[in-house]
């Protein structure tokens, strides 16, 4: 049975919003990650744990620049804005409850981690809240 034409166009216009935000995140996120845990983040240290060229990096952290999200000049550290902090602690979020969600249905933590890399960024506030609640139920 086909579904319906509106459903369909909206349920793949969220999927195309969520790949664009994607990237934006998951770097906002790893910025983040990277000040706490070293006191600052280079496009080196982005460049490492992404697996990409500093070229790949620099030219996403200009583009997080003009979103406002972040702020870097020359051979400096990058810094996130306020905005950007907002995004990377709502990511991480999502992506600590997507980790619990697989935990809880018996996943080991190896691959709960990885999947939830990709599930983070495609699920619904409504789907979240209910992996949540799993979770919280589960003990997890």
Do not use: W
């Not at 034409?5 to 990650?33: G, K, L, N, Q």
């Not at 905005?83 to 969600?101: D, L, P, Q, W, Y």
């Amino acid at each position: 049975m086909r579904r319906p034409a509106p459903i369909t166009a909206a349920m793949h216009a969220r999927v195309r919003d969520a790949h664009s935000a994607e990237t934006a995140e998951d770097y906002a996120e790893a910025i983040a990650d990277t000040i706490a845990a070293r006191g600052v983040c280079r496009v080196t240290d982005l460049a490492a744990q992404f697996g990409v060229s500093h070229v790949t990096v620099s030219r996403t952290i200009r583009r997080l620049v003009r979103a406002g999200l972040a702020t870097t000049e020359p051979y400096r550290p990058v810094e996130l804005t306020a905005e950007g902090r907002r995004v990377a602690a709502r990511a991480k979020a999502r992506h600590e409850t997507c980790v619990r969600f697989l935990l809880a249905l018996g996943l080991d933590r190896r691959t709960a981690e990885s999947d939830a890399e990709g599930i983070e960024h495609h699920v619904s506030p409504k789907t979240l809240r209910v992996f949540q609640r799993f979770a919280d139920d589960a003990g997890v």
